[in-house]
């Protein structure tokens, strides 16, 4: 398994703010992904951090909003930009340490609520 | 492409069984279960493999049919820490994200 740890575990922002969550691994993983999860709904990929180059963003995200840092193969940033009432939610940060048969793994969370 | 999970929910006695189903309209090379409880983390079941047998978590096991694209997710004598919101989840791309879908909220009452 992989201990995931999230930083803010939650936090109140004021709309045109902008916050950084924080996502240290216990151990090196090869793959890191954020995920959103909005009240009531299912995970969506927000886009996957990739080590030492740009992350790559599934369609409906942009860097300019939710621009990913990855300086290593344990800790990954996400910034949620700008932000509205519409980007309240949970943000996840998951991991999976080799293949793609391997088990993926979810950080705590971070719960964002926009006023 | 996101999976198709069946039913949305469902509510259980103690004790009573149920079964979750999970399929896409792509092929499959794994499918993976997780239950998240309310206010928390998903958490990793189980994984299915293609050509993998049936897998097992306490009571909970899971089915794997290739050639349909599916899985079920069978919940036998269930208790009440079984309450939760089950989703599945497939692979895809290069990197092998998961994509998931819209969960099956499952109450088990007294």
């Known amino acids: 398994s992989a201990v995931i740890s999230q930083k803010p575990s939650r936090d109140i922002c004021q709309r045109g703010t902008s916050l950084t969550i924080q996502c240290q691994v216990d151990?090196?993983?090869?793959?890191m992904f954020w995920y959103r999860q909005q009240p009531g709904q299912s995970l969506t990929l927000i886009a996957t951090?990739?080590?030492?180059?740009?992350?790559?963003?599934e369609s409906g995200f942009v860097i300019d909003k939710f621009p990913i840092s990855r300086p290593n193969l344990t800790f990954s940033t996400l910034t949620v930009s700008n932000m509205s009432p519409e980007d309240s939610s949970i943000y996840l940060c998951?991991?999976?340490?080799?293949?793609?048969?391997?088990?993926?793994?979810f950080g705590p969370g971070t719960r964002l609520t926009v006023l | 492409q996101q999976p198709v999970q069946s039913p949305q929910a469902v509510i259980l006695r103690e004790g009573e069984d149920a079964v979750i189903n999970c399929s896409s309209s792509?092929?499959?090379?794994?499918v993976h279960w997780y239950r998240q409880k309310h206010g928390e983390a998903p958490v990793f079941l189980m994984i299915?493999?293609?050509?993998?047998e049936q897998m097992r978590h306490e009571k909970i096991s899971a089915s794997f049919n290739e050639k349909k694209q599916q899985s079920s997710l069978y919940l036998t004598a269930s208790q009440l820490s079984y309450s939760g919101t089950y989703f599945c989840?497939?692979?895809?791309?290069?990197?092998?994200?998961?994509?998931f879908g819209k969960g099956t909220l499952l109450t088990v009452n007294p």
């Open positions: 998951s991991v999976r340490r080799g293949s793609g048969t391997d088990t993926q793994y």
């Open positions: 151990s090196q993983v090869t793959m």
């Open positions: 951090a990739n080590q030492g180059s740009e992350a790559t963003y």
């Open positions: 792509k092929a499959l090379y794994s």
């Open positions: 299915l493999l293609k050509g993998g």
């Open positions: 989840g497939t692979p895809g791309g290069s990197n092998y994200k998961l994509t």
